[in-house]
């Protein structure tokens, strides 16, 4: 983790290398489990109808053939130490991927064998014909462990090969790979919002008829994206000029803005930053009117789990408290509106106005805040995890309870929820996802104004100091149980808002919508975003929500609703090995998380320092006093 | 002394120490008046007290509270069982293992595989014992090994962390093997084959009369008390045992004194996961029946067991899982019954939460005091 695994692409000693051959038969032997291991969790099959171009590759090969290129990549690349030689690149790397990548493929092969001829059926319910047809391509088993055997030879030596190519080069392959597989999978999303924008024409052009893109689909994507990243990069270029010759200028007067050369960077960039952020807006805004009744109804759900991300981050990425049991407020906020709104609720029924409940449900949930919150709050953080979560399941378990029934329904929930009436003028319902988009998208701006300040107040510094340091916090006068109680009620009051909308989305509540795995998601969200900072979250909540779907709400992806949790899962382990602070890192938090290599890179630079001053002529051969 | 140590803790409590005063408070009067209304409903249904809390009471009969108390004590040992490898990853690395309840259902899994296998070849009935013992030898192995392919993947670079990093790491593998199981086994829940007759059989045990006892449960009691016995003497008398109480207490200076700590932390995953992978087996012959989803309430409430027997103790964990099968067994009947709560046994998990969050409330060290290393403790 410390030391970042660098490609480095020329050096001068070591020209000898041999290769290690049980470093080559274990990476192997990985990538071939991995891809039985996808094989037997049936995904190729079940992709398989469907092309990621239409038709050289289906989404079912495609779900496979990425692991050796994986491989034959991760094998090549090494942990280039300070002050070592990189070792040469040549083609014996793209030999060793293809090792690797031909061990993988004849691990499919062996797989398609053993299916072939044992029936394991009963434990492994892909253990299947069609799985020895996909791996045979319907010819004999012979032909497809040879055939496996090419594929994965081949893919290895790309994933190799791809260090051979120059920094640029290799960008340049990897956003055309991203992008051109990228657009296939959001071809529904894309083909609506042509349609939308009355472009047919495009989606003609770049989809084929059952689904995929063509074959110059993808060209014309593969150049689009070159041509983009060239522009971006010339610009880039420019600008950097400029600023250069901008710095060299301030040097020269002497002016004041060179004093603080790092704040003016950081202002232009949060200029950018702005600016980006408002055309993302304004687009964001128009969206709807371009989209179909489905993609908005995702949208929506974007924009729900969004929000509840939102406060989650207050919670989670501010202070620092990891609260497993965020759907609980998720709940008491859904609960409340429907008690107060719904003509069908069990209990009290007054059928308020949806706005009136809302003015309800933020003193219900803030209490439910504090009474969750006060005893939790002395608490180490990890047994602060288990018991959150341990009132997550209380909360639902009660709800579903046959005590609480004639208050909250039980099983049965609550139904006829009605939709928000906005000032008799409109009526936001679940049959308008356009609507509830709006309506969702107006607290998830109310929600970030209130994060963005909060983040830039005293209350905000004090949860950032607690979550560095509990103690050091405490010592500088932070009244630390208060800001964390102010935390946790802040998060209970957004994720109360979202369960708000929920009810009067969904039109009826039931308990199994509350269930720990929309903590878990959430949570997921908010770290794979980037914890505490509110555009990594957004980026999170429509990377994840909007793609794979939420907990029972359908994504993008809807081939992939059978494994969307599994890919949760796997995505949370890996941002955690690879990336703790989140796609898109708050500074700071990144900061705390690799303190470490910091420490290191700066004892590192004050060395080389040290080497480069001359030797104090006063005491030769004595180090320069620090 | 005690005056001076106690005066500025009188002007430092804050609204919080009141509201938790308060909960406490609130708390112990629930158990006392629903421990009052239950004995008043034993000594007669009818009397006003237990009118008044519970018009449509019945008298808890002895055997059925007997039953109770032996079904809980049964879960009990193996929540216990599953809350030795919470305590000893907790003891020795300082973090909770979140997906060690997946590991347990694993065991459940595998065990359901092998013996359906075993029964179709038709060895299951005719020689049940050795057949059951290879079933326990593959659902140890695969809980062991899951265990230990787990630290070495997840858990091995993240060492040194915050702490809070390995646990959310450990929720994301939870997740993921929860979900690997669905796809390889598909959602629907699976069956165990059916047990021998004289196993499912009721015995009298201790020659008591009244007390009977079920074939099953007896072999659970057995096995976890021999697995119990194994676990500590290894722990407590071998030389491995030894290292792995002393990087427990001190990973650095177990280091200095030429214990592998990378090895002795592999060991006590591994003995986790075995245990995990026993309390699998005796949980499938109990309830013949796994669904991917088994692992996740027996996870946490053997992490509660974990908690209320105190972290890093192994007596401790097995008392507190059999203090929490019991309580969650006999608790909502006892406590919540009569007080008139109808469908009380749906509240039975909600029964084991609140018992954690008491105990922490109450006596956050655990019920035989928490075994951690100097900076864990902090």
Wanted: charged share 15%.
């Amino acid at each position: 983790m410390t030391a970042t695994s660098v490609p480095a692409t020329a050096s001068s000693s070591e020209p000898q290398w041999s290769p290690d051959p049980r470093r080559l038969v274990s990476y192997g032997a990985i990538c071939a489990l991995t891809m039985v291991f996808i094989c037997l969790i049936g995904m190729p099959v079940k992709l398989d109808p469907r092309p990621l171009i239409d038709p050289i590759l289906s989404r079912g090969y495609a779900s496979l053939v990425w692991v050796p290129v994986v491989f034959g990549y991760s094998v090549t690349s090494f942990v280039v130490l300070e002050g070592m030689a990189a070792r040469r690149r040549g083609p014996s790397d793209v030999l060793e991927g293809a090792i690797v990548g031909a061990i993988g493929g004849l691990g499919v092969g062996i797989l398609g064998l053993l299916v072939d001829n044992f029936d394991l059926r009963d434990p492994l319910i892909n253990w299947s014909p069609q799985l020895v047809d996909f791996i045979t391509f319907g010819n004999s088993i012979g032909f497809g462990i040879v055939i496996w055997l090419v594929i994965g030879a081949l893919c290895g030596a790309a994933g190799a090969g791809l260090h051979l190519l120059p920094e640029t080069v290799r960008l340049y392959v990897a956003s055309v790979v991203l992008a051109v597989v990228g657009m296939s999978f959001l071809e529904t999303a894309a083909t609506d919002l042509l349609q939308g924008l009355k472009l047919e024409f495009i989606s003609d052009a770049i989809y084929a008829k059952q689904g995929g893109l063509t074959v110059r689909g993808a060209v014309i994507v593969a150049v689009l994206t070159v041509a983009g990243l060239a522009l971006g990069r010339f610009i880039r270029a420019n600008q950097q000029r400029a600023a250069a010759g901008r710095a060299e200028a301030d040097l020269a007067t002497g002016g004041g803005a060179s004093l603080t050369p790092v704040g003016g960077a950081m202002r232009r960039r949060s200029n950018r930053e702005l600016v980006l952020g408002g055309l993302g807006i304004v687009g964001l805004l128009l969206l709807p009117q371009f989209l179909g009744g489905i993609m908005n109804e995702l949208l929506a759900n974007v924009g729900l789990f969004l929000l509840l991300a939102l406060g989650l981050n207050i919670v989670v990425g501010l202070a620092g408290i990891l609260d497993l049991g965020y759907v609980a407020f998720f709940a008491v906020g859904g609960y409340t509106t429907a008690v107060l709104t719904s003509p069908n609720a069990p209990w009290l029924h007054p059928e308020l106005p949806w706005f009136v409940a809302l003015l309800i449900v933020i003193p219900i949930a803030a209490l439910v805040g504090l009474l969750i919150g006060a005893p939790v709050i002395r608490m180490r953080g990890d047994y602060l995890a288990i018991v959150t979560l341990g009132f997550g399941e209380i909360i639902r378990l009660l709800f579903l309870s046959d005590w609480l029934a004639p208050y909250f329904g039980g099983a049965q929930g609550i139904t006829n929820i009605p939709g928000v009436q906005i000032f008799g003028i409109a009526t936001v319902s679940g049959t308008d996802p356009k609507a509830v988009f709006y309506l969702v998208m107006g607290f998830c701006a109310l929600a970030i104004y209130v994060s963005w300040r909060l983040e830039r107040s005293r209350l905000g510094r004090a949860w950032m100091a607690i979550r560095e340091d509990e103690k050091v916090a405490e010592a500088m006068g932070i009244n630390t149980v208060n800001a964390k109680l102010a935390a946790f009620v802040t998060g209970a009051i957004l994720a109360s808002f979202s369960g708000a909308i929920f009810a009067a989305k969904v039109g009826s509540i039931f308990p199994n919508s509350f269930e720990i795995l929309v903590s878990v998601i959430i949570l997921v969200i908010v770290i794979v975003g980037g914890m505490g900072r509110i555009a990594g979250v957004a980026l999170g909540a429509v990377v994840l929500i909007g793609i794979l779907g939420g907990p029972s709400q359908p994504g993008l992806l809807q081939e992939l609703a059978e494994y969307k949790l599994l890919i949760y899962g796997a995505l949370l382990v890996w941002m955690m090995l690879k990336r703790p602070e989140g796609l898109l890192p708050n500074v700071r938090r990144s900061r705390e998380l690799h303190h470490e290599e910091l420490s290191q890179d700066a004892w590192l630079k004050a060395q080389e320092i040290e080497a480069a001053a001359p030797p104090d002529p006063e005491y030769p051969g004595w180090e320069t006093p620090a | 002394m005690t005056t001076a140590t106690r005066a500025p803790t009188a002007t430092q409590r804050t609204n919080v120490d009141r509201f938790l005063t308060l909960i406490r408070i609130a708390l112990i009067t629930f158990v006392t008046v629903g421990l009052l209304a239950f004995i008043a409903q034993q000594i007669s249904p009818t009397n006003p007290f237990a009118e008044w809390a519970n018009p449509g009471a019945d008298r808890l009969t002895g055997s059925a509270f007997r039953e109770l108390v032996i079904s809980g004590l049964n879960i009990g040992v193996m929540y216990g069982l599953i809350a030795l490898g919470y305590s000893m990853v907790y003891g020795v690395l300082g973090f909770i293992n979140f997906a060690h309840g997946e590991v347990f259902m694993w065991s459940v899994m595998s065990g359901w595989i092998t013996s359906e296998k075993l029964f179709e070849a038709g060895l299951w009935e005719d020689f049940f014992i050795p057949a059951l013992l290879f079933t326990v030898l593959v659902s140890v192995t695969v809980s062991t090994t899951l265990a230990v392919v787990m630290e070495r993947v997840a858990y091995r670079p993240l060492r040194g962390s915050p702490r809070l990093i390995p646990l959310i790491t450990s929720i994301g593998v939870s997740f993921f093997l929860q979900n690997v199981a669905i796809g390889l086994f598909g959602p629907a829940a699976k069956r165990y084959p059916q047990l021998p007759e004289w196993m499912s059989k009721r015995y009298e045990v201790f020659g008591i009369p009244g007390l009977e006892v079920e074939g099953t449960k007896i072999l659970i009691f057995v096995v976890s008390t021999i697995s119990m016995v194994g676990l500590w003497y290894y722990v407590e008398r071998t030389k491995t045992g030894k290292a792995m109480r002393a990087v427990a207490e001190d990973k650095e200076i177990a280091a200095l004194m030429g214990i592998d700590v990378d090895k002795t932390i592999v060991r006590t995953f591994a003995v986790g996961g075995a245990m995990a992978g026993v309390a699998g087996i005796l949980w499938g012959l109990l309830f013949r029946s796994v669904v991917a989803t088994t692992g996740f309430l027996p996870g946490i409430k053997a992490f509660t067991a974990a908690v209320l027997g105190g972290v890093g103790n192994l007596g401790g964990a097995m008392a507190g899982g059999i203090t929490l099968g019991v309580g969650e067994s006999v608790g909502p009947l006892v406590l919540l019954e009569p007080l008139g709560i109808p469908g009380v046994s749906q509240l039975k998990d909600a029964v084991a939460f609140v018992l954690l969050i008491a105990v922490l409330l109450f006596k956050p060290s655990g019920l035989f005091g928490e075994r951690l290393s100097a900076e864990d403790r902090a």
